[in-house]
C-alpha cells in the first residue's frame, strides 16, 4: 500500500516557467511534508518542508501548498532554472515518536534552457 | 563538517557473500535510517534507530541487520547477498525535535552490485 504517491514520473518546463510537482497521500496521520532534490550520483538534499498547522510555505523560489482535506501537496518553482533540473521526492512523516519518514516514487523534472 | 559519510561508494558482490555498509555521522544525530534506491520504487526504509543501542525494522528489512553501538556510527550488514539487493544504499540521520520537525540529512549512498 504507497502511502505517498507521486503520479507523474516526469515533468518537462521551459526555464523561466513554473514547474508544478504534485503529491497525495493516504495516511491522514501524517502532520509534517517534504521535498528532496534528487541530483544522479547524489544523495537527496531538503529543500522545503511544511507542517500540517499550516498550507503554504515558502523559501525564494520554492512554495509548497498542502491542502490536507484532499491529501494533496504540491511544490511549486517560479522561475524554473535549468539547475533545477532533478528528481523531486515528496515525503511525510507522522507525529508523536514516529521519526520514520515515507517517500514517494519520485518526478524527475527538466528544465529546458 | 562532513555530515554524513557512507563507505564504499561502489561494492560488486557475488551471491552469497556478506559485507558491512559503513555509515558515520558527525552531527550528534539521535536517528539514523538506511533506504534503498530502486528504479520506480523510490525511497524505502530497510532500518531505523532512534539512539544507541536501538534499533528497529522498515519496510523492507529481510537480508539485511543493523547495529547502534554508539551515536555516530550505523552500520547496514548483508548476511549473504542476493541479487535482489543490487540497489543503491542511502544513510540519512535526523535531529529528533519535540515537533517532530527536522529533515533527514541523507549520505552521498553506496552503489551495490550482486553478481
Known amino acids: 500500500d504507497q502511502q505517498v504517491k507521486q503520479n507523474s514520473p516526469s515533468l518537462s518546463v521551459q526555464e523561466g516557467r513554473i514547474s508544478i510537482l504534485n503529491c497525495d497521500y493516504t495516511n491522514s496521520m501524517f502532520d509534517y511534508f517534504l521535498w528532496y532534490k534528487k541530483y544522479p550520483a547524489e544523495g537527496p538534499t531538503f529543500l522545503i518542508s511544511?507542517?500540517?498547522?499550516?498550507d503554504k510555505n515558502e523559501d525564494g523560489r520554492f512554495t509548497v501548498f498542502l491542502n490536507k482535506s484532499a491529501k494533496h501537496l504540491s511544490l511549486h518553482i517560479v522561475p524554473s532554472q535549468p539547475g533545477d533540473s532533478a528528481v523531486y521526492f515528496c515525503?511525510?512523516?507522522?507525529?508523536?515518536?514516529?521519526?520514520?519518514?515515507?517517500f514517494g516514487k519520485g518526478t524527475l523534472l527538466t528544465v529546458n534552457p | 563538517n562532513a555530515g554524513v559519510t557512507q563507505t564504499p561508494k561502489f561494492q560488486v558482490l557475488k551471491t552469497g557473500q556478506s559485507m558491512t555498509l559503513q555509515c558515520a555521522q558527525d552531527?550528534?544525530?539521535?536517528?539514523m535510517s538506511w533506504y534503498r534506491q530502486d528504479p520506480g520504487m523510490g525511497l524505502r526504509l530497510i532500518h531505523y534507530?532512534?539512539?544507541?543501542?536501538?534499533?528497529d525494522q522498515g519496510e523492507v528489512p529481510n537480508g539485511y541487520n543493523v547495529s547502534r553501538s554508539t551515536t555516530e556510527d550505523f552500520p547496514l550488514r548483508l548476511l549473504s547477498a542476493a541479487p535482489s539487493q543490487t540497489s543503491v544504499y542511502f544513510c540519512a540521520s535526523m535531529a529528533i525535535s519535540g515537533s517532530g520537525g527536522s529533515p533527514l540529512h541523507f549520505g552521498n549512498g553506496t552503489r551495490l552490485t550482486v553478481t
Open positions: 511544511i507542517s500540517s498547522i499550516k
Open positions: 552531527m550528534n544525530h539521535e536517528y
Open positions: 515525503a511525510a512523516r507522522s507525529g508523536g515518536s514516529n521519526y520514520k519518514l515515507t
Open positions: 534507530s532512534v539512539g544507541a543501542g536501538i534499533t
